[in-house]
């Protein structure tokens, strides 16, 4: 989408060079997800579980439209929220080092639960894989992933979640709570960094 057709923040400007998603779109989707999600699980308690940093904003929305699909539907689903930090990227680049904050307390925890993991983008595969054999172990009743989106990568491992918002080409994108460096996670809609903003924002 062309730039001057959404309102993209004055300090962004020039860091993007186009709009993949508009946000609008993104709540669109969202909302559909949400129904396939909970008409999928029964009425026992799940393990909502955000995949921190950027899967926040789409933990967020989806839970929201979880609700809302719930109380349409009829259905009581608990969900509990649970958080989980992962990290492995600097720059546009995984640094292969993936470092998961779960402690062995928390993973023994989770034994028995339904586990909904919420994540903002598989690229490679690599980083779902190293938290699904995390945990493998730990006899959880249930595990899906949903993911917003799914990179078209020729790098792929193969890995494809229960739950994709949209494919999205072999680029480095942000916003919606995906940054670069920390970077653009206030902005809206998801984008594709421009040069410039690489320059200007890399380690
Ligand atoms: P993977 O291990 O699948 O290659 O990468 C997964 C993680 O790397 C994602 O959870 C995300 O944090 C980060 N990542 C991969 N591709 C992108 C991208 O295009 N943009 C952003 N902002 N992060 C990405
Ligand atoms: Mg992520
Ligand atoms: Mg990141």
């Known amino acids: 989408y ?82 989980v930090r992962v990290k492995s990227y600097e720059n546009d680049q995984s640094t292969g080092d ?6 062995e307390k928390e993973l023994k925890e989770l034994k028995g639960k339904n586990l909904l993991l919420v994540e903002d983008i598989i690229d490679t595969g690599n980083t779902m894989k190293k938290l699904l054999a995390t945990l493998e172990k730990y006899e959880l009743k249930s595990l899906k992933v949903a993911s917003l989106l799914l990179k078209k990568t020729p790098l792929s491992c193969g890995y494809v979640p229960d739950y994709v918002g949209f494919a999205v080409p072999d680029l480095f994108v942000v916003g919606y709570c995906l940054d670069y460096n920390d970077i653009f996670r206030d902005l809206d809609h998801i984008c594709a960094i421009s040069d410039v903003g690489k320059e200007k924002y890399s380690v």
Request: aromatic content about 10%; some cysteine.
């Open 98 to 103: 993936v470092r998961i904050s779960w402690t």
């Open 2 to 83: 062309n730039l001057d057709h959404f309102v993209i923040p004055d300090h962004y400007q020039d860091d993007v060079k186009s709009i993949l998603i508009p946000h609008g779109l993104i709540m669109d989707r969202i909302a559909k997800l949400a129904q396939i999600i909970t008409s999928e699980y029964d009425n026992e308690r799940i393990t909502v579980c955000c995949v921190l940093k950027g899967g926040h904003q789409f933990f967020s929305d989806l839970i929201n439209y979880m609700k809302k699909a719930l109380n349409k539907q009829g259905k009581t689903l608990p969900m509990t929220l649970d958080f």
